[in-house]
């Protein structure tokens, strides 16, 4: 479904390259981790994917998606993937949201950006999926604005626009980086069942390999632009090859093994 070759992109600003030769595939409905510290080149893996990295980076490679390549797709060809084939949950739910309008009207918006249907049955659709990511009060939040709602709610808010036409593949960037433990275990828990239920494939980045175990079926581990080690999880987390991989896994706490370690795939 999805094919990175030798994908490298430089930032005019910095010397060292922010990708360098990444390399990997993953096929439909599987989740693939992508594990490393701050500054690895996780989120600009993510844009890459997305069509979203400014105009000014030098990219090489291929993204090959369903054997078409993103890297080479008009504006108007681009927009047709995002949001509808490909969507991304924001790492800060709160930043991605516009605070004039209701959220409600805001999911919406994808849902009309790439479908043709009357306004009442977009908003039948929104609540809907409002309803699957578990938020009971949807007329509430449909009608309420971003500010309005709990961390929680709005993390919800931002899996449910999403999620909102069906994407085959969804990036999840730190989407619980924010959220303490106990709604940060929910959020899994929630998008281990979406998951299920809808069969997307999804990249979840992290720097925490706890969010990983149990959840995600391969993990790639960046470092300074590369993947110095992949495979599954459980072979990876149990012996790693690369020395770095290895810190990643001293830094995981007695309170984080206890969110993520014990659950099944």
Do not use: W
Not at 96 to 105: A, D, I, L, Q, T
């Amino acid at each position: 479904m999805l094919h990175c070759q030798r994908l490298t992109v430089n930032y005019a600003s910095v010397a060292k390259p922010a990708l360098c030769g990444i390399d990997f595939e993953m096929g439909p409905g599987e989740v693939v981790g992508i594990l490393g510290e701050s500054g690895c080149g996780k989120s600009t893996l993510a844009r890459s994917i997305l069509g979203l990295l400014p105009t000014s980076a030098r990219i090489e490679g291929s993204i090959l998606f369903h054997d078409q390549d993103l890297l080479h797709l008009s504006e108007s060809q681009l927009r047709t993937v995002q949001g509808a084939q490909i969507s991304l949950i924001h790492q800060e739910p709160g930043l991605s949201f516009s605070p004039v309008m209701r959220v409600g009207e805001q999911i919406s918006e994808v849902l009309r950006a790439h479908r043709s249907i009357k306004r009442t049955v977009r908003e039948q659709e929104c609540k809907a999926m409002l309803h699957e990511v578990q938020l009971c009060d949807v007329d509430r939040i449909y009608s309420a604005y971003p500010h309005q709602l709990s961390g929680g709610e709005l993390h919800r808010v931002a899996i449910a626009q999403a999620l909102i036409c069906r994407p085959e593949l969804v990036i999840c960037d730190e989407p619980t980086s924010s959220l303490d433990v106990t709604i940060q275990a929910e959020i899994l828990n929630l998008l281990r069942e979406l998951k299920r239920k809808f069969g997307m494939a999804m990249i979840f980045i992290t720097h925490n390999p706890a969010l990983l175990a149990g959840f995600a079926d391969r993990v790639l581990v960046m470092y300074e632009g590369k993947i110095v080690e992949q495979g599954r999880v459980a072979q990876v987390f149990r012996q790693p090859l690369h020395a770095y991989t290895n810190e990643l896994l001293q830094l995981v706490t007695p309170e984080d093994g206890r969110l993520t370690f014990h659950h099944e795939n």
